[in-house]
């Protein structure tokens, strides 16, 4: 079982910054991804970005591209969202996940926590 633990979650206005942590326990398997993922208030979700983690490649979503960064630090076993230039069309409950690379499904999910852009 795998426990992910989020924390950076808040309000910020548009064009702020925000850094999402995601502490991870023991991931019992080699080749994976982790990530977010984030669900906006009456939509679906949709993937944020992705971290491999053999070659540490990284994926975002089109609308976070060049906006946001995802970093991840193998010996807190702990992923990073780096967002900048925030829009109100950010604001979701956003996500830390996990699957195999061999999945498409993701496996884990953490709790969630809020972020919320105020214009």
């Known amino acids: 079982q795998v426990t992910l633990v989020e924390s950076g979650g808040g309000l910020v206005q548009v064009g702020g910054s925000l850094r999402l942590s995601c502490a991870a326990s023991?991931?019992?398997?080699?080749?994976?991804?982790m990530g977010w993922l984030r669900q906006p208030p009456g939509k679906g979700r949709e993937l944020v970005a992705a971290?491999?983690?053999?070659?540490?490649?990284?994926y975002y979503g089109d609308s976070m591209k060049g906006r946001f960064t995802i970093s991840r630090d193998t010996v807190k076993n702990t992923v990073y969202l780096q967002m900048t230039m925030l829009k109100p069309e950010d604001t979701a409950v956003y996500y830390c996940?996990?699957?195999?690379?061999?999945?498409?499904?993701?496996?884990?999910w953490g709790q969630g926590t809020q972020v919320t852009v105020s214009s």
């Open positions: 023991e991931i019992p398997f080699s080749n994976f991804y």
């Open positions: 971290i491999k983690s053999s070659d540490s490649s990284t």
């Open positions: 996940v996990v699957r195999r690379s061999s999945l498409s499904t993701w496996n884990y």
